[in-house]
């Protein structure tokens, strides 16, 4: 079998999950379709947006299944047509036995994290919101209980101290082209000379530290009841997005719902600066660099006081 022959069916939606796939169409691998998450309306219009997979997917010319429920009897139908060999996952939804089961090779799963720690939806976001010094790409073979399945390969990669999770997700993201391909590349080899993939049991740890997905209300900092090392993690692990936000008085002026993107530790805990807009914490405090105010522009602190000084 070469890779011309191996036929593939990618799952995926954002911006991340465009890499593997990418990589592949550009390395003459054998994909057959994509399957990504339906359009939906968005922004003021509320125009129909495509997801990042569906956009490179149509630039190529790949067949793109949207299904509404992954149970559905026409996708199982649709998807069946395709005799895919094998099904790689990145960024998706979690899927129904009857969709992970079905190539004769199984489905892997690429994973933002370094398996078994940070199971879930936002493994890269949570791992820098909890201090972590590295993190990296896990894939593995897709079973019922999500994101527990045997690891086939792992590649790790340094968090930076000052290092923002937009940062690393483009790293992993970079990572991913390699890791894909060496997986793909791995399951050819052992398909051709009639072995198992070889796979590890995700070992059993401790401590398990999950990875859920993070809504708005999870985001508000909390100031008073974190550390300035938990602010500063918090504030860089949501950073540039989904954003961390706080309702704040600076200078005599409330503002609510503020985004926060960057902060510095500092020793002073005065909130109210002139200079700077520095925010005591449970202990110590820390100062704001980067922020965005309902309606206006990302900017930094100090263009932000100028402007509510005028």
Known sequence: MTKQDLRIVYLGTPEFAVAGLQTL???????????TMPDKPAGRGHQMQFSDVKKYALSVGLPVLQPEKLKDEAFIDELRSYHADLQIVTAFRML???????????TFNVHGSLLPQYRGAAPINWAVMNGEKETGLTTFMLKHEIDTGNMILQERIAIGDDENVGSVHDRLMELSKGLVLRTVDLIIDCENRGVAVPTTPQPEVAELKPAPKIFKEDCEIRFEEKTVSEVHNFVRG??????????????????????????????????????????????????????????????????FLNGIHN
């Not at 600076?250 to 503020?258: A, M, W």
């Open 25 to 35: 169409v550009e390395g003459g691998y054998n994909v057959v379709a994509v399957v």
């Open 96 to 106: 129904p036995e009857v969709v992970w089961a079905m190539p004769r090779l199984g």
């Open 238 to 303: 949501l950073s540039p997005y989904p954003a961390a936000w706080a309702n704040l008085t600076i200078n005599g002026k409330y503002f609510e719902g503020v985004k926060i993107f960057a902060v510095e530790k500092v020793q002073s805990d005065n909130v109210q600066c002139t200079k700077d807009i520095v925010v005591p914490c449970k202990e110590g405090a820390v100062r704001i660099l980067e922020l965005q105010v309902p309606g206006k522009k990302r900017m930094d602190a100090h263009a």
